[in-house]
């Protein structure tokens, strides 16, 4: 799917460190869906880890990652999560905003599926 436009609530040229920060970033596809991602970076989120004191990110609306805040590399990285039908950037923010649109039982079902599958395949 096409990315009709990626716009920035915060100007790029506010980021202070560009390879240490995380922003929200706005999305509109050519099927007029518009989305709000996180866009982060790597030394953003070993710094969230060191300011919290863990050693892991905690479960969340997963961040799109990039080397380092540009647009280039902004852009290169939504493009790639709306290939397709841009399903990985439907999901992340739909299950951000509502995690019921997520069936569970259906889920399950495929990983008892999968499980029974690799069990066979280990007999």
Do not use: C
């Amino acid at each position: 799917m096409n990315v009709v436009k990626i716009s920035y609530p915060t100007p790029l040229s506010k980021i202070s460190d560009i390879e240490n920060d995380n922003m929200d970033v706005f999305i509109e596809l050519e099927d007029g869906t518009n989305i709000t991602v996180v866009v982060s970076t790597p030394l953003n989120l070993l710094q969230q880890m060191n300011n919290n004191d863990v050693n892991f990110i905690s479960a969340s609306q997963p961040d799109i990652i990039v080397r380092s805040l540009t647009h280039e590399n902004i852009q290169q990285a939504i493009e790639n999560y709306a290939n397709g039908d841009a399903f990985w950037l439907k999901l992340l923010y739909v299950a951000s905003i509502e995690k019921k649109v997520v069936d569970m039982i259906r889920i399950n079902h495929f990983l008892e599926e999968i499980n029974m599958l690799n069990n066979e395949l280990l007999e």
